[in-house]
């Protein structure tokens, strides 16, 4: 098939864009590591109270201003197992599982938003370097109550 | 067979009009639904009655984004093929009324359970929320319904080919026929889905269901669902506009090319809109992006044929200069005005499509107002701005009447209002988006939290933009209903554009339906094997079902 030459000057630029673009994508995922969440475990979702680690919800120290989050997400709250508190520049492990339906997390100015399947968990790893009270929403309508379904993450300078 | 007419056949008419007067039913109800929810979601007002707010958005996405949008493509592809391929036969034309009131029955039936609170599952009924199993049996008929006006066209298609053995097919035809072949793959997904996991589990029959595989056979449909909705635009552009301009078709083998192209790049790419979910690994992510890259080509192809077309035709009527030939595009004429405004649209709307389908930058939107704002310029401008400048000619046609001075008048007015509306209302829910306000929430401050104090301001844009856009559909309804049933009687051209001379014959390869849907099919095997074995190998116990509204 003929093209015009405009034309194929067009799509030459046009597909070479699209390729650099997409080795920009790629590298930066598997080469530098950002990959979107994607954990692979899984669990019962009748049984998440009794599942470790989301039997004892809450933050825990794992090292040198490192911590993990494990939070249990449903209709329509955030069981984080107490207040959220941690110094600035710490670096916070959040490992997420539903209770019942499809949620959201997600942390505005922050680049944290995953979504939490029943019978999934997932996993994401930011560092706060900025003080202030963030906000953790759920943004996947999961029923009447889901604008309410916030709570807080309180970064001390 | 009878020399072609330029006149739909009376007959075929009736039917086309059927389904144009649903879908324009669909839009007023959807858009009072729309224009309720800004005010909600601003704090403007509180809902009567025990309506909730969640109730209004499945509403507005049902009736809008499923309802409006395949009744007037089933409309305008029925009409087109009638016009371009002469009277349907028999067995289509019964076909296609058959689909209509499969469809029309299944519409009624959904649209009774979301008004009786038992749907409230949003349009994309993400498990394991649970509706009653009406809702899923009404979406069911909606799309069998469909199947069925489809096979109508491939039968009228079918026939036309042993009649005219040979010879080229209309342009138009084989595009709607594209359109429809792709509409039928695309929903095989959702409807095993439906048919298979939801129906059983919403009457009771199966106690749980798999999640992640309902979300991905979702989303295997919920993609092309998008060029379902595009495709019928982009035949206004290729084969309409042309001639309302007074231009020729600038290459039909590469109008063809690109809807194959279409075909083969719009489906197996479903995991970008899954791209922050658990039980797919980011290899497949991946893959699915560079799919859904692909699609890129088309487009711009499409984008140069347009343009290559709007210059040809200025400089054939004097244009000098590099720009000059922008000068002689006919503004004042909404059957040019309206689409035009709508490919303008696709350039931002494009644009932000191939943010959300980037691995990492979907991070920074998904579920923000920001894929709100998004297919709010792309379906609801790009691709309704043209399903409007359609109707102000095809009404009339159908109808046996005139798009007259005043009508086109208003009908310019009604693009300028809807692209303003939009403006405001889109830029809004991006700026907004990008801040982190979420999408299907309704009015929240989390506690008067500052984050969320402060997205209050454009909410407040949103809502004003959604009331310039109600006016704007209310202006809608007026030309509509003027010329469906009041304008002057009298013959309104059903453009058809012809192909310029010097472009070249198209290969008969690209007519080669077996070669292209095996090729769809291998890159959607090839894409969705494995990782649906690995979501069925890894799969948790299901989720039982919940009614939380």
Redesign the interface.
């Known amino acids: 098939m003929h093209l015009h030459k405009f034309e194929k000057l067009w799509l030459i630029v046009g597909s070479g864009a699209l390729v650099v673009f997409l080795l920009i994508i790629g590298i930066n995922a598997f080469a530098m590591g950002h990959t979107p969440p994607s954990d692979n475990s899984t669990l019962d979702p009748k049984q998440v109270d009794q599942t470790a680690p989301f039997d004892q919800p809450g933050l825990k120290k794992i090292g040198e201003n490192e911590y993990e989050a494990v939070i249990v997400a449903q209709a329509f709250t955030f069981n984080t197992g107490g207040d959220l508190k941690i110094p600035k520049g710490a670096k916070v492990h959040f490992k997420v599982t539903s209770k019942d339906v499809v949620h959201g997390f997600q942390i505005p100015k922050t680049n944290v938003n995953m979504m939490i399947t029943p019978g999934h968990v997932n996993t994401l790893t930011h560092t706060f370097n900025e003080a202030g009270n963030y906000l953790i929403l759920c943004n996947e309508y999961c029923g009447v109550g889901h604008q309410a379904m916030g709570v807080t993450i309180e970064v001390t300078p | 067979m009878s020399k072609l007419s330029t006149v739909v056949d009376r007959r075929d008419a009736k039917l086309s009009m059927a389904h144009l007067y649903v879908g324009y039913v669909a839009v007023l109800i959807g858009a009072i639904a729309g224009l309720l929810q800004t005010f909600v979601r601003s704090g403007a007002i509180t809902l009567p009655a025990g309506i909730?707010y969640?109730q209004l958005?499945t509403a507005h996405g049902i009736l809008l984004a499923l309802v409006f949008t395949t009744y007037f493509i089933v409309g305008f592809l029925y009409a087109g093929m009638s016009r371009t391929m002469g009277r349907f036969y028999d067995l289509p034309y019964r076909l296609g009324w058959l689909g209509f009131i499969i469809m029309t029955a299944g519409t009624v039936l959904t649209t009774i359970m979301v008004l009786l609170n038992e749907g409230?599952v949003?349009y994309t009924f993400?498990?394991?929320?649970k509706a009653s199993p009406w809702f899923y049996i009404g979406l069911t008929l909606f799309i069998v319904g469909s199947w069925v006006a489809g096979f109508g066209m491939f039968r009228q298609y079918f026939i036309w080919r042993r009649v005219n053995k040979g010879k080229l097919s209309p342009l138009f035809s084989f595009m709607a026929i594209m359109t429809m072949v792709l509409w039928l793959v695309a929903t095989l997904g959702v409807a095993v889905s439906v048919i298979f996991q939801f129906i059983p589990w919403s009457f009771g029959w199966v106690d749980t269901i798999n999640?992640?595989l309902s979300?991905t056979l979702f989303w295997y449909f919920g993609h092309p669902l998008v060029y379902f909705w595009l495709l019928p635009a982009y035949i206004a552009w290729y084969v309409v506009i042309p001639k309302i301009i007074g231009g020729k078709i600038f290459s039909d083998?590469?109008a063809r090319?690109s809807f194959v192209l279409f075909l083969l790049f719009s489906i197996p790419v479903g995991f970008h809109h899954?791209?922050?979910?658990?039980?797919?690994?980011?290899f497949w992510?991946?893959i699915q992006?560079?799919l859904t890259?692909m699609v890129?080509?088309p487009s711009?192809?499409t984008a140069?044929s347009l343009f290559?077309m709007f210059e040809l035709s200025g400089r054939e009527k004097g244009a000098r200069g590099l720009f000059g030939w922008v000068k002689k595009l006919p503004w004042g004429d909404a059957r040019f005005f309206a689409p035009f405004m709508g490919m303008l649209i696709f350039i931002p709307a494009g644009t932000g499509g191939?943010i959300n389908a980037?691995?990492?930058l979907?991070?920074?939107v998904?579920?923000?107002l920001w894929v709100t704002g998004h297919f709010h310029l792309t379906v609801a401008s790009t691709v309704a701005l043209t399903f409007f400048g359609i109707s102000y000619w095809l009404i009339p046609h159908l109808t046996g009447r005139t798009l007259t001075k005043r009508m086109n008048l208003f009908a310019n007015i009604q693009t300028i209002l809807w692209t303003v509306g939009m403006f405001f209302m889109s830029g809004a829910m991006h700026t907004v988006g990008l801040?982190?306000?979420?999408?299907?929430?309704?009015?929240?401050t989390?506690?008067d939290?500052?984050?969320?104090l402060g997205w209050i301001p454009y909410e407040v844009t949103m809502a004003v933009g959604g009331t310039i856009l109600f006016i704007a559909v209310l202006l809608l309804m007026y030309i509509v209903v003027n010329l469906a049933f009041f304008a002057p009687k009298g013959v309104e051209e059903f453009p058809i554009g012809e192909v310029a001379e010097a472009a070249?014959r198209t290969?008969a390869v690209l007519e080669n339906w077996r070669l292209w849907i095996a090729v769809s099919a291998c890159l959607i095997l090839l894409a969705y094997t494995i990782p649906v074995i690995d979501m069925l190998e890894?799969?948790?116990?299901?989720?039982?079902g919940?009614k939380?509204?």
Do not use: C
């Open positions: 909730g969640y958005l409230t949003l993400y498990a394991p929320l999640v992640l979300r083998s590469l090319l899954q791209l922050l979910e658990s039980g797919i690994s980011p992510k991946y992006v560079v890259f890129i080509i711009l192809m140069f290559a191939i980037s691995n990492q979907n991070q920074m998904h579920n923000t801040f982190g306000a979420p999408r299907r929430t309704a009015y929240t989390y506690g939290h500052p984050d969320a070249e290969p890894h799969s948790p116990p299901g989720s039982t919940f939380l509204w």
